[in-house]
């Protein structure tokens, strides 16, 4: 049995519905995404500079031990907004 990674629109109608540029921003600050990337400056072949550049994008909260969240939330008063 085989899948594929990209699945047609065929298999799946709501495979290809859109998002909101606000629900996608809370999905990624709920569960957080790192963005990586190199750069390399070379001159005839010789690789003069190479950069490694990685970012780690979430929220507070998403970073947070689920016992520290547990508590936070504990803390809070009824009726307080989070």
């Known amino acids: 049995m085989t899948t594929s990674l990209a699945a047609s629109s065929a298999d799946d109608p709501l495979a290809y519905r859109p ?45 947070a031990p689920p016992e520290l969240r547990d508590a936070a939330a504990a803390d809070v008063p009824p009726g307080t907004p989070a």
């Open 19 to 63: 998002v909101a540029l606000v629900d996608l921003l809370d999905r990624v600050l709920a569960t957080g995404v790192v963005i990586s990337g190199d750069i390399t400056i070379a001159i005839a072949d010789v690789d003069l500079v190479r950069i490694s550049l990685r970012a780690l994008v979430a929220s507070v909260g998403a970073l």
